[in-house]
């Protein structure tokens, strides 16, 4: 099945600021397709690879269209040099939307924190929010004035629940005040820096807020902690030992030996690939395991995760 069955069409572009651009593309040659607050796309890159973009409603687009935001990072591998040098008229190719990070179903009040360019899914969950009349409060910080993307957009959709933050004067973000002011069944969703989810995350555990209300979204995976060398995976059912070369990852070596393999997010943040380790030494890459899991060496996350031993034995 193709990865990248959407064929996009950049119709506009703007720079929102001097590091995060705007792209807004009408869908060529298929419906548009239907998409819930916090989904994701995936832009195939030039490269052979793809990156993540967290769909955006701004408000005003026309009917049919889709937008990102795009940080242009210093250490791109790519995605977002590629995705800051696209034009109007120019056609790019992507994955269906994808839900990872969703809001909860229920009316229970929302307290939203987003960082940096980790506003693009809580901008749109701001506006479900206010489409459905429900209560909440946007906190939005970053690092000093001026670099706060689509700001006009979050003041038109949350009149007076937004709450503005820099790290640069007075008004820098204090969370377990923001937590204190809210509901007592409020749910949390953060997205933005790892530092800032993990502290929000804390943060909330430590004022009681039960885990299952405590949603959050990463952009990226680790860095790789060690270069990426070739080693193989046994599977334990089987015994088949398949090579995983440098450039691949352990779910593309095993889909090219011919396994039925389990994933989705390909970033390390979903779980669902997750798999038993037997032996061997895992490389972790992902954001979703705990540090003790880590340690453990008994589970890893196959769609970033790599071997640090020449072999892993997977329980697959």
């Known amino acids: 099945m193709d990865a990248h069955p959407l064929k996009l069409k950049v119709r506009s572009c703007a720079a929102e600021t001097p590091f995060i651009r705007s792209l807004v593309f009408d869908v060529e040659d298929s419906v548009v397709p239907r998409w819930q607050a916090g989904a994701h796309i995936r832009v195939a ?4 690879g793809d990156r ?12 049919g269209v889709l937008a990102l935001g795009v940080l242009r990072e210093e250490t791109s591998t790519g995605g977002s040099q590629f995705m800051h040098a696209l034009k109007v008229g120019d056609v790019v190719y992507a994955s269906a939307p994808v839900s990872n990070f969703h809001l909860h179903a229920g009316a229970a ?6 960082g940096g360019i980790g506003v693009t899914p809580i901008l749109s969950m701001a506006a479900e929010l206010t489409a459905r009349a429900s209560p909440f409060r946007l906190y939005y910080a970053g690092r000093t004035q001026g670099l706060l993307a689509f700001l006009p957009q979050l003041q038109e959709i949350c009149t007076t629940g937004l709450s503005i933050h820099y790290d640069s004067d007075g008004s820098r973000l204090d969370i377990a005040a923001a937590l204190g002011d809210a509901a007592a069944n409020s749910h949390i969703y953060v997205c933005g820096p790892a530092g800032m989810i993990e502290a929000v995350k804390a943060a909330a555990l430590a004022e009681g807020v039960p885990a299952e209300r405590i949603h959050y979204e990463l952009f990226k995976a680790e860095q790789p902690s060690s270069p ?17 070369a440098a450039g691949q990852t352990i779910i593309q070596a095993l889909e090219t030996a011919g396994f039925d393999v389990l994933y ?3 970033r390390g943040d979903c779980g669902i690939c997750q798999c038993g380790v037997i032996a ?10 705990s540090d003790d899991e880590k340690a ?6 196959i769609c970033v995760s790599r071997a640090k031993s020449e072999r892993l034995v997977l329980d697959l």
């Open 280 to 289: 061997g030494v895992p490389d972790h890459r992902d954001v979703i395991l």
């Open 264 to 266: 989705d997010c390909r």
């Open 45 to 48: 890159l030039p490269n052979g």
């Open 296 to 301: 453990s060496n008994k589970v890893m996350q």
């Open 228 to 244: 990426d060398l070739p080693f193989e995976v046994e599977i334990r059912s089987t015994g088949q030992v398949v090579s995983v």
């Open 52 to 63: 993540p973009y967290s769909l955006m409603a701004l408000p005003g687009l026309p009917e």
């Open 109 to 114: 009040p929302a307290l939203l924190f987003a």
